[in-house]
């Protein structure tokens, strides 16, 4: 049981690069979540799914795009990165949208725009 | 909306001393409530949950905290610091049964 994988781990894109960041969980879970963390501002939530087929955007969903086609993967596209896209990113899961269900966290995606 | 304040965005403590991290959260409806501690370079570990059933609430490696409605306080501490606590520490707050929303998080750094 893997959990929630994020690749790649480190990232390096160019201004006005697409790029996409992938995250799998293997744990049948419904709901799945991109977080971005900045120094001092805690994570702020890109966008969210409650189950396949749908997705919802968070705080922060300018400049990202995201699709659901299977329970297992939801991965975050950058269709024109930009300097303030640099940040971390975390992609999280959780068995289903109940307030009570513990959210895990998969190891993070550190993303440089140059 | 639902919402959490973490006070202070550094607390120090000496080895052995009680660690409080404070969190306040706002909500119009009972509270779910989370605290996540992470490690440098590595994503957030799940430390202890609220989720109605016991105001006093224990967690993974000594931690525990206390949910007060009177003070929409969920403060998290542990008795005595060990230097392996050094790290971040949110606490959140799910949010209509979709979003969990983070505080800013607070760093602890443990010395000796």
């Known amino acids: 049981n893997a959990g929630v994988t994020q690749t790649p781990k480190f990232q390096v894109l160019k201004t006005g690069q697409s790029m996409t960041l992938q995250c799998a969980q293997d744990?049948?879970?419904?709901?799945m979540s991109w977080y971005r963390q900045d120094p001092g501002m805690g994570l702020r939530l890109i966008h969210y799914?409650?189950?396949?087929?749908?997705?919802d955007q968070g705080e922060v969903p300018n400049g990202y795009n995201v699709s659901r086609s299977t329970t297992e993967d939801f991965p975050l596209r950058l269709l024109s990165a930009a300097p303030s896209q640099t940040s971390v990113y975390f992609c999280?899961?959780?068995?289903?949208?109940?307030?009570?269900?513990?959210?895990?966290f998969g190891p993070g995606t550190r993303l440089t725009v140059l | 909306a639902q919402s959490v304040t973490q006070l202070g965005s550094h607390v120090s403590v000496s080895e052995g001393a009680l660690v409080l991290l404070r969190c306040n959260y706002s909500?119009?409806?009972?509270?779910?409530l989370f605290w996540y501690v992470q490690y440098p370079n590595q994503g957030l570990q799940l430390l202890l949950k609220?989720?109605?059933?016991?105001?006093l609430v224990k967690g993974i490696n000594g931690f525990e905290a206390e949910f007060k409605k009177s003070e929409t306080s969920f403060h998290l501490t542990k008795p005595s610091a060990h230097m392996s606590d050094a790290a971040e520490y949110f606490c959140?707050?799910?949010?209509?049964?979709?979003?969990?929303?983070f505080g800013k998080g607070t760093t602890l750094s443990v010395s000796s």
């Open positions: 999280a899961s959780r068995p289903r949208a109940g307030e009570a269900d513990t959210q895990y």
């Open positions: 744990m049948n879970h419904e709901y």
């Open positions: 799914s409650v189950g396949a087929g749908i997705t």
């Open positions: 909500s119009s409806v009972p509270p779910y």
């Open positions: 609220y989720t109605s059933a016991a105001t």
């Open positions: 959140a707050v799910n949010q209509a049964g979709t979003a969990l929303i």
